[in-house]
């Protein structure tokens, strides 16, 4: 009898590692439903870093006043995560070695201080060791490139001044205005998060949902729903009564440019 469940042991044991080689281990807990695409606006983020520490630095796009990739996030209907799906699969640089020029343009670390590496580990980590279960996302490459290319395909720069929505200073925006930019564009319905600080509103991230066939989809179910009357459901944490600012990025006191910190990235992270 103890021989028996000895091999049994052994034989559960090679079964469970083959699936931690293979980048993947997969249980109920880990199953999700949706893909959420989050583009993010450097300045938002920016000033609530600094906001929190004013010590801090930030890490701007290299193109001025453009959106950057804040990550690539299956997701349950209803509730975050899963998150960390296989915790021995850790992030590597070398992987991402073929685009990391692209990587730190569109995919930038806006929050200095932290390391460039930390952000893409931090996604790869919590959020690609998820995605890995569908075979177009199953490395660091492809979650990775698969990013930049929504980002390209869905640019939020784009979308928005196509409508006349570009980064002003002063200007108030409407989140219905904003919601409509995006549903026309789109064809489906996007999330768009906000920020407060000093009693003001500010655009901080638009999120696009895609299904596991990675073609469009509403994002329904993600975030909370603001019934507004005559636009129906709108997905957000905005106020819809209050004007949001758009503002342009700057911060140049604060500034450090892609070229620069790429060499101080490595260091930090070939000494953690």
């Known amino acids: 009898m103890n021989w028996i469940l000895f091999v049994f042991v052994v034989l559960y044991v090679s079964v ?9 281990h997969h249980n109920n807990e880990q ?7 989050t583009q993010q606006w450097p300045e938002t983020v920016c000033k609530e870093w ?33 998150g960390f799906c296989n915790r021995t699969w850790l992030f590597d640089p070398e992987q991402v070695k ?28 919590k959020h690609g060791t998820c995605a890995a279960v569908l075979e177009p996302l199953n490395s660091e490459l492809k ?11 869905y640019s939020m720069s784009t979308i928005l001044a196509n409508s006349g929505i570009v980064p002003d200073d002063e200007k108030l925006y409407t989140l219905t205005a904003i919601h409509n930019v995006l549903v026309v564009s789109l064809g489906v319905n996007p999330s768009i998060q906000c920020r407060h600080e000093d009693g003001k509103t500010y655009l901080v991230e638009i999120r696009v949902c895609f299904n596991k066939n990675l073609t ?9 729903n603001i019934d507004v009357e005559g636009y129906g459901n709108i997905i957000s ?18 500034r450090i440019y892609v070229q620069l910190y790429k060499l101080v990235s490595w260091v930090q992270w070939l000494t953690l």
């Open 16 to 24: 469970e590692n083959a699936r931690l080689t293979q980048g993947y």
């Open 31 to 37: 199953d999700w439903d949706i893909l959420i695409f």
């Open 50 to 82: 600094i906001h929190n520490k004013p010590s801090h630095s930030c890490v701007m796009p290299k193109q001025p006043d453009s959106w950057s990739i804040h990550g690539v996030w299956p997701t349950k209907f209803g509730t975050k995560g899963p």
């Open 98 to 125: 073929p685009i990391e020029t692209q990587l730190l343009e569109k995919w930038t670390n806006i929050e200095g201080n932290t390391g460039e590496y930390s952000l893409w580990a931090h996604e790869w980590n």
């Open 143 to 153: 979650y990775f490139s698969q990013g930049l290319s929504w980002g390209e395909t």
């Open 216 to 224: 469009l989809h509403d994002c329904d179910g993600i975030d909370r």
């Open 237 to 254: 944490n905005c106020n819809p009564a209050e004007g949001i600012l758009y503002p342009h990025n700057k911060w140049p006191q604060k």
